[in-house]
């Protein structure tokens, strides 16, 4: 497993976990000075965060299953991005007669540092490998 399907294959486990945790309508509502609650328009329940630590009632509100789902699909697009431009290197090192693109390795030095960036937070998980390590 090389560092892009490793992203992909987490990508798909916070996006599977998201969506199970999805509720209808979810309502998620944050005010700095005091009102913190989740609720649903559906059952129309509020279940409040009160007595709550702030920072952990702000952290559950702020990061409901449709944030979640929008990180995710932010992320892919960010992978994919990588992915294209290092098979773009790939094609050009199988081919060496063709006329190597002008800038290429520049955009590679740009997008390179990314990927493992963006595995850190799964720096846990068994298959993450320490060479990918930033």
Not at 5 to 20: M, S, V
Not at 77 to 98: F, G, H, I, M, T
Not at 102 to 127: E, F, K, M, R, S
Request: glycine letters at 4%; proline letters at 8%.
């Amino acid at each position: 497993m090389d560092l892009v399907e490793f992203l992909r294959a987490r990508l798909d486990e916070d996006e599977r976990i998201a969506r199970a945790t999805q509720i209808n309508n979810l309502k998620a509502e944050v005010s700095f000075h005091g009102t913190k609650s989740l609720s649903w328009d559906g059952d129309h329940d509020t279940y409040s965060t009160e007595g709550m630590p702030a920072p952990l009632a702000e952290h559950i509100a702020a990061h409901d299953p449709v944030r979640v789902l929008a990180e995710v699909e932010a992320k892919r697009r960010a992978v994919d991005e990588c992915a294209y431009w290092n098979e773009k290197l790939a094609q050009e090192a199988a081919n060496p007669s063709a006329h190597p693109q002008p800038g290429l390795g520049l955009i590679l030095d740009a997008v390179n540092p990314i990927l493992p960036a963006l595995a850190l937070p799964y720096a846990d998980h068994p298959d993450y490998r320490e060479e990918w390590r930033p």
